[in-house]
């Protein structure tokens, strides 16, 4: 089976950076994504890790430590449209490699 | 066509009748998946079917739900005997299939159950 934990809520300042942390257990890891989803829509793609070490793209980057079974989603020059849920997934090769999900980090952007 | 295509938007049904949802993919898209999101809630794993393999049910929460796929095209998530509880958003994915390939969400489909 498969156990994902990630903060349920965190707060942040406009303009600076917020580090969100996810740690898992699998079977079977095949990799890791983050998506973003805002009130009211569907999840969209931010990044994908399978190797250990940093993926950076634009403002955001994500961090992948296989033997910790850790992530991190780094959120930089933080806007106020960042504020969203953050959700942490794992494929599990043991489990069909389906994708399952977190229970999603809310992050509120105060001014 | 472009994205993950979901009907109804929105359902709003009584208690006891049987709903059906229906997720268009991705052309070419070998993998699908259903989830179920509670308001304020993360994404709750359904059904995996990928390719022509037997389908991933191990999420289905009761067997008032099924679901089925027609070869790698359309997919419908059938709710019999709907309760107050199913009330959440289902949201349909598709994915290339392949190991590094990241799934691409419909908009879902809203159903509230009174």
């Known amino acids: 089976g498969q156990n994902i934990d990630q903060p349920t809520e965190m707060t942040a300042t406009e303009g600076a950076i917020v580090q969100i942390n996810c740690t898992y257990q699998?079977?079977?890891?095949?990799?890791l994504f983050w998506y973003q989803q805002h009130a009211g829509e569907a999840p969209t793609f931010l990044s994908y890790?399978?190797?250990?070490g940093l993926e950076e793209k634009g403002r955001f980057s994500s961090f992948l430590s296989r033997s910790k079974g850790y992530s991190y989603l780094l959120l930089k020059e933080l806007q106020m449209k960042d504020s969203a849920s953050y959700l942490c997934?794992?494929?599990?090769?043991?489990?069909?490699?389906?994708?399952?999900f977190g229970s999603g980090t809310r992050l509120s952007i105060r001014p | 066509g472009a994205g993950v295509s979901q009907s109804p938007s929105n359902k709003v049904t009584e208690k006891g009748k049987d709903v059906e949802l229906r997720c268009d993919p991705i052309?070419?898209?070998?993998?699908l998946y259903w989830y179920r999101q509670r308001l304020g809630q993360g994404l709750e794993f359904l059904i995996y079917?990928?390719?022509?393999?037997?389908?991933?049910k191990s999420g289905l929460p009761s067997d008032r739900f099924s679901a089925e796929r027609t070869g790698e095209s359309v997919s419908t998530l059938t709710i019999q005997r709907t309760q107050q509880e199913d009330s959440a958003v289902y949201l349909c994915?598709?994915?290339?299939?392949?190991?590094?390939?990241?799934?691409?969400f419909g908009q879902g489909t809203r159903l509230t159950v009174v």
């Open positions: 890790n399978v190797l250990d």
């Open positions: 699998t079977s079977g890891f095949n990799g």
């Open positions: 994915a598709s994915s290339l299939g392949g190991a590094n390939t990241e799934a691409f």
């Open positions: 052309s070419g898209h070998t993998a």
């Open positions: 079917f990928q390719g022509n393999s037997a389908p991933d």
């Open positions: 997934a794992v494929r599990d090769y043991s489990s069909a490699s389906k994708i399952i």
